[in-house]
């Protein structure tokens, strides 16, 4: 590490990488300070998508898509929170930095043929074409630095270590009545088992993690300066402007300059702990998805230098429902409840009250809401998932994978309750026998005809999309009628921060009154969110992040002219 940058990243996930990227690809030199002993930050442990309207990839998977279809969509979904001034620089940047990562770095991208907008009832939402997705990478292209990229969720790999998509799963389910699903699991067992001679884990990479490998190898092969264990203490100034970092790095304390400026991408404020109960419902029972990392170093920093927290977002977070099992030392094993099992036939969720409270298929974010919600009226968290053995077997439910040989650990840790009658159940879980016993029986007749008459499950493209597609007439709805039964304890998390620094469409940290401080931007979940604390697609995360990301590496690589009249 040198004593002076051009510019200096705080972070090394997909912002932070997007702006170090831009920033090299224009002439600068560019120092990525990263605090764990990990490169990839949250955007590795995600599910990769990215939702930028009108990208180079949508017609060649059959949709058109067009700014004002977008800006009506954002309009509906996201409401009184829509900074017009930020979505107007996503619409118009998003495309660019697509064309940009593509052209210049490792960064692929495959759209989705069928992706339906979570709302896509809404004018202007689209039912595919918006979200794109990292194309699969092969770690080993990482060399020795495939050991420092942060691994994806345990709970999410299979056989231990073998990253998994939806076609996988799909095969690895079906292969012993498929041929060509036995082939496909095969090649994918074969290929892993090879990894694991050399590698800790499997070097075939998806979802975030290979958008974080893909990122990383280009900043490597950019040559750009990538440090670990490197965390900011401080922020050094001159006067107003913010010209380098204080880093401590393995008990070394350096001041580092930076002559243009100085990037904020930390991971946001998750697990700030005191800053979750100050802006988090039900703070105590609130688990997060993030890195423990991620606990607010960027807003303390922009803080500290006349920045602050944006204020008027529809939540602060991005909700997700999650299980916890505790092993019996205490320690936590964390699943969040997206798009594995809500969504399936012949599964159901209840409040205290044994009533169902919500459509299930809906999205994670929604759903936490109407968890939120529902609390205010009758107790809801936890709330509790109910399912049949048939539905166990074929689906899984969180941490209870499909086919899932001996329930022992997930029945002796308290995990998961089975019980030979519904009315048993009800017991175990602490609700009515009766409620719960003719919630059941509401479900079973709802499934049988194909409509939910209470929650309208089913009725959306979207509930649809993550269904059982082989599954009729409802591909949401079925039965939960062959015993045992099952359950699983929920609550609310999150899988990152929406609150965040507030900063202008130029990605620059502004004070209180609105003026940018000089030297100082922000992207990733440290920035806003510029959907207000809403969740109107899947990647309303990772877009923006890429998106700003690459805006402040323009506007910070622009000439002494264009820098004026960005300015202005």
Known sequence: MESEYDVIVVGSGAGGL???????????????????????????????????????????????DSREQAIAYLQATVGPALRPDMIDAFLTHGPEMVRFMEANTDV???????????????EGASQGGRTIDPAPFDGRKLGPLFCALRPPLHSFLALGGMMVNRKDIDALLSMHRNVASLRHSLALIGRYALDRLKWPRGTRLLLGNALAARLLKSAVDKKIVLEREAGVEALLHQGERVTGVRVR??????????????????????QDLKLRKKLVPHADV????????????????????????????????????VSILRDENGAETV????????????????NS???????????????????HREHEKTPCIPAWLICDSTFLK????GLVRPRTPSLGRFLRSGYLKQAPTIEALADMIGVPRNALADSVARMNRAAASGEDPDFGRGRSAYDRYLGDASHKPNSCLGPIADGPFYAVRITPGDIGSATGIDVDAKARVVGADGTPIPGLYACGNDMNSIMGGTYPAAGITLGPALTFGYIAGMTISASETQQREVVA
């Open 394 to 397: 074929r689906y899984g439910m």
């Open 335 to 350: 699943f969040p409840h997206l798009v594995t099992d809500r969504q399936k036939p012949g599964i159901m969720a209840v």
């Open 108 to 122: 692929h991208f495959i759209a989705r043929p069928v992706s339906p907008d979570y709302q896509p009832e809404r």
């Open 18 to 64: 997007s702006a170090a990227l831009t920033c090299k690809a224009r002439g600068l030199s560019v120092l990525v300070l990263e605090k764990t002993g990990y490169f990839g930050g949250s955007t590795a442990v995600s599910g990769g998508a990215v939702w930028i309207p009108q990208n180079m990839h949508m017609k060649g998977v059959g949709h058109d």
């Open 286 to 321: 609130h688990r997060s998805m993030s890195p423990v990392s991620n606990s607010g170093d960027g807003a303390r920093l922009a803080i500290s230098r006349g920045g602050h927290l944006a204020t008027g977002n529809a939540g602060a977070a991005f909700w997700t429902p």
């Open 249 to 270: 790095q393995r008990g070394k304390v350096i001041d580092v300059r930076a002559r243009r400026a100085v990037v904020l991408a930390t991971g946001g404020i998750p």
């Open 353 to 371: 009250a044994g009533r169902r409270f919500a459509n299930e298929a809906t999205s994670y974010h929604e759903f936490v809401a109407s968890i």
